[in-house]
């Protein structure tokens, strides 16, 4: 960490995925959005979506051709039963698969859940110059995914190296 350089927020939106949740009970999204503010990002929309994979893809690609959203976080629909769809929907919008997320992450949350861990489906990648992360739906999956790898990877002092930094060539051809 280079605490000598500013901090640069970035503009977060988050899904929600679920066929049960309503803003007024929604834990996993809004562990997000606490822990993305606390960190110094702006949450500059969120949405619940139902459990679609139309649904999801729409909602993921609105913002992907939105100009102001820097990077997208969605929470819900990676297991493995008949309704979890998000990374049939969300795989085919990516440019690029950061296969190393979902590995680090099931890695991770073996310290927790042990073998659990191979339900979770979590994906991340870039799409149209913008980061997109798919986690699961609980809350703790949410917030070790997000302490132990999205917030350092989201603030350009991390060295050696972080997705920020890249930001300025994700659209270079």
Not at 5 to 32: C, M, Y
Not at 84 to 102: I, M, Q, S, Y
Request: hydrophobic share 40%; net charge neutral.
């Amino acid at each position: 960490m280079h605490p000598e350089k500013h901090f640069i927020p970035l503009n977060l939106a988050i899904l929600v995925v679920s066929d049960t949740r309503t803003e007024a009970d929604d834990v996993s999204g809004n562990t997000l959005a606490e822990l993305a503010t606390l960190a110094g990002h702006s949450i500059i929309a969120k949405k619940i979506v139902p459990d679609n994979i139309y649904h999801i893809r729409a909602a993921v690609a609105n913002w992907l051709i939105d100009g102001a959203v820097n990077v997208i976080i969605s929470t819900g629909g990676t297991g493995v039963t008949g309704r979890d769809g998000t990374p049939e929907a969300v795989l085919p919008l990516l440019d690029k698969v950061l296969e190393g997320f979902g590995e680090t992450f099931r890695m991770l949350s073996y310290q927790e859940i042990k073998t659990s861990t191979i339900q979770s489906r979590a994906v991340a990648g870039v799409a149209n110059g913008i980061y997109v992360f798919c986690l699961p739906g609980s809350a703790g999956a949410c917030r070790t995914a997000w302490d132990s790898l999205i917030k350092d990877q989201l603030d350009h002092r991390t060295r050696p190296c972080n997705l920020v930094q890249l930001m300025p060539r994700l659209k270079e051809r």
